[in-house]
């Protein structure tokens, strides 16, 4: 057979054609694995910041408490423990998360690594699915919907956070929960409200359950706005029974997630975040107003991932791109707001438009935090404002309503004529020019910023190819083959765009990093029964100054001596106690006792440490680029007081300390009401074996030659009760924040347990609700087979 060029191209084109039968969704399995595909393969996983200081730790911890038969209530490794279940970022009844407990068996803490990887990628398609839903509840094609669906899962806002597991998954449920209110709006019969109303309820919990509070909330926010605003546009006046659905699906979705809200509940009283954030620390992370650039160029103020990122604060919380062309066609579909109602097709995308800009611009100002006097305003008189850090995280409902109004846009986009076909070819010589210029300007302009030259050039790049496509659009009267064709090419140059934009933002190191360390059994010897202690500025060095510094991803070549750095919460992984602790949530008395112990002189530091059982302090060694540890002559788990004061609050009781902390023979100190009572008994002494020691329990047989008190190091915290003697009694609260037991002379059995009436009460009201929840499942499927039989 004689091959041609014509024949060829024909072949091409017909090859090219058959793209047509392959779904658009596609692109949501396809762009995960082309983001972190390659890294999996390769053995290699996220471990940039949280992973490897908080997420994975905490797993490794709860699930060894598992394989033990024992529930993971209390992590007894930091601080001086504290509640794990009730960490709401662990996230450990997130149904999505339990496949990680398949990974952790099969390969230990390595591959419970690899699991969190994988699962942060799914939650990127998952995003962009649930975005290519709501498009399709609103109406929209198969190519509006794989737009949007792209704009929104794989926005920086997400590729950029990809370290932050419990951030992208309860971000991933946002536009599942926004098309379960659209569909509630639009439900045909009270039967088709009934069964959408149990689809609402489980989106809901499942984002009640991912872990992350604050885009929770925000979500939460962003339904009650569209609900009420699509309500109205669908409804009219008839809107108002939308709003007790909708109230009835919250509550639903709370009692579904109780075994996890109460306890967090019990554990946000008593944190440091009790009443509010900071003022500092909660506008810190302020929409940059100059990082409005990154719609168009991500990376002109630098890539942390590529080179060196030189602008405000951190690279992701001002992370906003969607892609060059999404956001083109989101600014096309401003003319449709303004324009009057063409039909009831017109009416719908007006509508939506409208809806969509709002939602963008408020969440722009409120983004933009301390640098309007909007947000400072919010912070100190409206509630739940001053709960939250980083007003940049408003961004989520800015990527919401422009994947929203790109999908739009593509549905109403037309080959373009008249104006619109000079101004598309005059954008072709212009992104010429502005990739011309960059490339001549970082050639002679030496003290440019190379990132300004590299991202101009590389908006130049993917403005043009985006142009042309543009340009390529079929008339629609074109063969449906051809215009499938047109999709495919659009959708591969919005993927070639988001690629180029995520290049180093997804940091992977080998899964050895998560192996057990060599040589620790001596690090454990020196420890003993005491714990580690890594005072607060050399782990502020250590952690953002050594290892994970804002500006560049930069650990590659020193991951070794990250893993022996035991940055907390590192030291899980090596079953080794510290004081530290470096979790959302810290019991508030622990945090004030830090607090106090930091602001001390060194003899006074040293001896309120050795109080508290510490019996190694870490040091950063700048000339040998690693740490070293100094022995420390600890007190023990356990001391013994035939002498008590007391004083009301946390704060005279920490003053007081300081002025006896040096004592051999202070008195122990309790919280209450009765000021400068003093108690004295004739000095003895006890003797404690430790009959079993688990994290939510400790049995000790105790002798004393007469009556006193018997202190622990351990957190005083609600839910902890001891038994003596098989008498259950409430621990007392000594020296501010540890535990203590009167106990007269004589042998006694006295058990610690932690054994939580939050946590009781919310898995019985979970399961009641699951169980109710099913049901009505069940009959809603029964009653749809019914009626489809019929």
């Known amino acids: 057979m004689k ?3 014509s024949r060829i191209f024909r072949i091409a084109i017909t090859n090219w054609l058959r793209l047509g039968k392959i779904p658009y969704s596609v692109v949501y399995f396809l762009l995960p694995l082309l983001l972190l595909g390659r890294a999996l393969c390769r053995g290699r996983v996220l471990y940039w910041g949280l992973p490897v200081l908080q997420f994975i730790p905490w797993r490794v911890l709860a699930y060894e408490m598992m394989e033990k038969g024992i529930w993971p209530l209390w992590n007894p490794l930091n601080g001086l423990g504290s509640p794990l279940l009730a960490n709401y970022q662990l996230a450990w009844f997130y149904p999505l998360s339990w496949v990680l407990g398949l990974f952790y068996g099969l390969g230990g803490t390595p591959w419970l690594a690899w699991g969190f990887t994988m699962l942060a990628a ?64 639009n439900a045909p019969s009270r039967s088709a409200l009934k069964s959408r109303l149990l689809s609402l309820v489980l989106v809901l919990a499942m984002q009640l359950l991912a ?39 919250l509550i639903w979705a709370v009692g579904l997630s109780l075994a996890q809200i109460l306890p967090t509940a019990e554990y946000l009283l008593t944190s440091q975040r009790s009443t509010q954030v900071d003022y500092e620390q909660a506008m810190t992370y302020s929409l940059w107003p100059w990082r409005l650039t990154g719609f168009i160029a991500p990376h002109l103020f630098g890539n942390p991932g590529t080179d060196v990122y030189w602008g405000y604060a951190n690279y992701w919380e001002d992370a906003i791109y969607i892609g060059f062309l999404p956001f083109l066609m989101a600014l096309t579909t401003l003319r449709e707001a303004f324009r009057s109602s063409q039909g009831d097709r017109r009416k719908i995308s007006r509508s939506v438009v409208r809806t969509a800009w709002g939602i963008v611009l408020v969440s722009i100002v409120l983004a933009l935090g301390k640098n309007t006097p909007v947000y400072p305003f919010l912070y100190h008189y409206i509630p739940t404002f001053d709960m939250f850090q980083a007003p940049s995280r408003w961004l989520i409902w800015t990527i919401f309503g422009l994947a929203v109004l790109s999908g739009i846009g593509v549905e109403n986009w037309q080959k373009p ?40 050039f590389q908006f130049g ?15 629609e009267s074109a063969r449906s ?71 560049r991803y930069a650990v590659e070549e020193k991951w070794q001596e990250l893993r022996y750095s035991l940055l907390p919460n590192l030291n ?27 602001a001390q002189p060194e003899t006074i530091k040293t001896a309120w440490l050795q109080d508290l059982n510490v019996s190694l302090i870490e040091q950063r060694d700048e000339r040998l680029q690693r740490v070293s540890y100094r022995q420390l002559a600890a007190k023990g788990r356990w001391q013994w007081f035939t002498c008590v004061k007391m004083e009301p609050t946390l704060f005279s009781v920490l003053t007081a300390l300081r002025g006896m902390i040096n004592s051999d023979t202070r008195c122990m100190i309790l919280t209450g009401t009765q000021q400068n009572l003093e108690t004295t008994w004739p000095a003895s002494e006890a003797r404690v074996v430790w009959v079993a020691d688990q994290p939510n329990s400790m049995l000790l047989e105790v002798e004393t030659s007469g009556p006193g008190w018997l202190r622990l190091s351990v957190l005083w915290y609600p839910g902890w009760k001891v038994v003596v003697d098989g008498i259950s009694r409430e621990p007392l609260r000594a020296d501010g924040c540890l535990q203590a037991v009167w106990l007269t ?37 029964r009653n749809q087979g019914l009626r489809k039989g019929s």
């Open 211 to 249: 872990g992350h509070a604050q885009l929770t909330w925000y979500t939460w926010l962003l339904a009650g706005a569209w609900g009420i605003l699509r309500g109205r546009q669908v409804h009219g006046r008839k809107w108002g029974y939308l709003v007790s659905y909708g109230s009835i699906a």
């Open 3 to 5: 091959i041609t060029f």
């Open 481 to 551: 083959g051809w215009r499938l064709g047109w999709g495919w090419s659009l959708l591969a140059w919005v993927i070639v765009d988001i690629l180029l934009a995520a290049r180093g933002l997804l940091p992977t190191l080998p899964m050895k990093i998560y192996e057990s360390l060599e040589n620790m059994s001596s690090l454990r010897a020196q420890v003993g029964e005491g714990r580690l202690y890594l005072p607060e500025e050399e782990e502020y060095v250590l952690k953002f100054k050594d290892f994970f510094r804002f500006d």
């Open 122 to 185: 799914f939650h990127l398609g998952w995003a962009g699915w649930g975005m290519a839903r709501l498009l399709k509840s609103l109406g929209y094609g198969d190519l509006a919907q794989a737009i949007a669906g792209m704009a929104f899962g794989f926005s920086q806002y997400f590729i950029a956070r990809i370290n932050f597991f419990s951030m992208i998954w309860a971000g991933a449920w946002l536009p599942w929960v926004i098309c379960g209110v659209e569909n509630l709006i």
């Open 572 to 598: 899980l992984l090596e079953s080794i106690a510290s004081l530290n602790n470096f979790d959302p949530l810290l019991p508030g008395c622990y945090v004030a006792l830090m607090n106090e112990i930091e």
């Open 745 to 781: 002379s004589g042998k006694h059995s006295v058990q610690f347990v932690y054994d939580p009436l939050s946590f009781k009460i919310g898995a019985w009201g979970s399961l009641l609700a699951w169980i109710m929840w099913i049901t009505l499942g069940l009959k809603s499927l």
């Open 417 to 456: 004529k008249g104006r619109t076909l000079y101004v598309l070819r005059l954008s072709v010589m212009a992104a010429v020019a502005i990739m011309l210029s960059a490339w001549l300007a970082r050639e002679v302009l030496s003290d440019l910023k190379p990132s300004f030259a590299t991202a101009t």
């Open 461 to 475: 790049l993917v403005a043009l190819g985006g142009v042309v496509v543009l340009l390529a659009t079929p008339q």
